[in-house]
């Protein structure tokens, strides 16, 4: 079955930097795009970022453009979020997220707590 474990979430001050890793299996991983979406307390899960399948092409939310980069290892079935700058809204459980045949895939997610 799909799985998908986030790894690399904890608490940073204003400024610093984490890399979040998603493990996935179950899955043809190197053929499927992947995302990354954020929820933060009360507020409505939202994508991050994505990345297609070879990598070739990424999008981001308009407010971590040139602050997060998402990459990915075929080889390894891992999707990475690389988070420079980070603020308080930055806050969030993160996720990790494939769609295969139009059914959403989750992992647990990963608390990001910026604070000082």
């Known amino acids: 079955q799909v799985q998908l474990v986030e790894s690399g979430g904890g608490l940073v001050q204003p400024g610093g930097s984490l890399r979040l890793s998603c493990a996935a299996s179950?899955?043809?991983?190197?053929?499927?795009?992947m995302s990354w979406y954020r929820q933060a307390p009360g507020k409505e899960r939202e994508l991050v970022a994505r990345?297609?399948?070879?990598?070739?092409?990424?999008n981001y939310l308009d407010s971590v453009k040139g602050q997060f980069t998402i990459s990915r290892d075929n080889a390894k079935n891992t999707v990475y979020l690389q988070m420079n700058s980070l603020k308080p809204e930055d806050t969030a459980v993160y996720y990790c997220?494939?769609?295969?045949?139009?059914?959403?895939?989750w992992g647990q997610g990963t608390q990001v707590t910026v604070s000082s």
């Open positions: 997220n494939v769609i295969i045949l139009s059914t959403f895939y």
């Open positions: 179950g899955f043809t991983f190197r053929t499927y795009t």
């Open positions: 990345i297609s399948s070879a990598g070739a092409i990424t």
